[in-house]
Each structure stands twice: as structure tokens, then as C-alpha cells.
């Protein structure tokens, strides 16, 4: 897991972590994939949500639909990330954005979990996340992210 950041590996669970813009309307259909991964990798799977807070934002993030939105996923942990200090060290560029890392530490998965952008269903990030998260051979380890910028 990369260091500096404020997650703790569950022994025996991999560890997945996306960043999200408050304000992203794309974004609403990558929390509801992410609530699918949630339900059929239960017990295996600990989940972070990032939502980058840039300064214009401070202080509204908990009103926004996302944050409820995630609020209401079980087992899923939500950090608010001032200023995108924790966004920027993943790398993420990119609302929705996922980064999967087995129980090891290692990353496995990096891309978003939606097919296109504003389409919740069937796809090859969530497929992937799944096969890694149950010791299968996932069919890749990069999707493209459909979202809106970070920064």
C-alpha cells in the first residue's frame, strides 16, 4: 500500500482505494459499481473512498450525494483528503479513478470500474477487481476512467 496515507491493510483482504471529486457527476455511477463490488466481495475486500476536497470545496464535502452516497455502502471507510495531498501521491488525475492492492500490498488493478462514462453494468474493471479479490487470473490490470478531472 503507498505509504503516507491514512489506510491500514486488513490481514487476509485486498485492499481497494478510489478517488473521487465531490462535485463529479460521473462519478455516481462508479460508487454504484463500487457498491456491487462491495456486496459480491464481501469479507475480502477492505474499501477506501478519497474524495478529494480542493479549497473552494472545504466544508461542503459532507452535503454532496457522493459522500452519502458512499456513507451508505457497508464496510467502506470515507476520508476526506485536504487539499488532494493523498490524491496526488496515488497518482490519480481522474474522479472514479480505482487502485486495487492484494492482501500482500501490491497493486494489482488501476483504471475505473464503469464501462463509459455515466453507465453503471457489466465491465471489465469491475470483472477484474472481482477475479483478483477471489485468487483468479483477472482479464487485465488497466481500464480506462471515465470521470471528471481532479485538478
Known amino acids: 500500500l503507498p505509504h ?4 491500514t ?12 471529486h465531490p462535485q463529479c457527476p460521473c462519478s455516481t455511477a462508479s460508487m ?18 478519497i474524495f478529494a476536497e480542493p479549497a ?15 456513507g451508505q455502502i457497508p ?4 476520508i476526506c483528503d ?22 500482500q500490498g501490491i497493486l494489482r488493478f488501476s483504471g475505473g470500474i464503469t464501462e463509459s462514462l455515466e453507465h453503471s453494468g457489466a465491465n471489465a474493471g469491475r470483472s477484474a477487481i472481482e477475479a ?3 485468487d483468479e487470473k483477472p482479464s487485465t490490470q488497466v481500464t480506462s476512467v471515465f470521470g471528471c478531472a481532479l485538478w
Open 4 to 7: 503516507q496515507l491514512p489506510i
Open 9 to 20: 491493510a486488513v490481514p487476509g483482504q485486498a485492499t481497494l482505494i478510489m478517488t473521487v
Open 32 to 49: 454504484s459499481e463500487l457498491q456491487v463490488l462491495m456486496a459480491h466481495c464481501q469479507g475480502r475486500l477492505a474499501a477506501y473512498v
Open 56 to 70: 473552494e470545496l472545504k466544508q461542503r464535502l459532507e452535503s454532496t450525494s457522493l459522500w452519502n452516497d458512499a
Open 75 to 78: 464496510h467502506l471507510t470515507r
Open 82 to 103: 485536504d487539499n488532494g495531498t493523498m490524491t496526488r501521491r496515488l497518482g490519480a488525475k481522474t474522479s472514479g479513478q480505482v487502485f486495487l492492492y492484494d492482501s
Open 132 to 134: 483478483i479479490v477471489h
